[in-house]
């Protein structure tokens, strides 16, 4: 069933990949992009960039260079979650309240 949805949705054949899609609007997702790996990060922006210049022309891709489904991997999520843990693991630490244990008399 996914991997029919991926080939539906057309992503593939503008030669994106799925982690190309997800939305720069907020913090985490910007974060993660600085993270990226200098090649990852320019691969991403030529693949949104022809992507965008064959959307304009309303023309897909050749079938050559559409994304395969063994190059679809997640680059990008993988860098988001640990962005995530690494906040809860932040908020925890600061609502974290220390106290001096009182000392018994004897």
């Known amino acids: 069933m996914a991997k029919w949805y991926a080939d539906a949705a057309g992503y593939r054949k503008l030669g994106l990949k799925a982690d190309d899609l997800i939305p720069e609007e907020s913090d985490t997702v910007l974060l ?8 990852e990060a320019y691969d991403r922006v030529f693949r949104l960039r022809r992507a965008f210049q064959a959307s304009l022309a309303h023309q897909l891709l050749p079938k050559d260079q559409h994304t395969r489904p063994e190059d679809d991997y997640l680059y990008l999520t ?21 106290s001096k244990k009182k000392s018994q008399a004897t």
């Open 78 to 98: 993988p860098i988001i979650k640990e962005i995530e843990a690494e906040s809860r693991e932040r908020d925890d630490l600061e609502s974290m309240v220390v």
């Open 32 to 39: 993660a992009l600085k993270r990226l790996p200098p090649k």
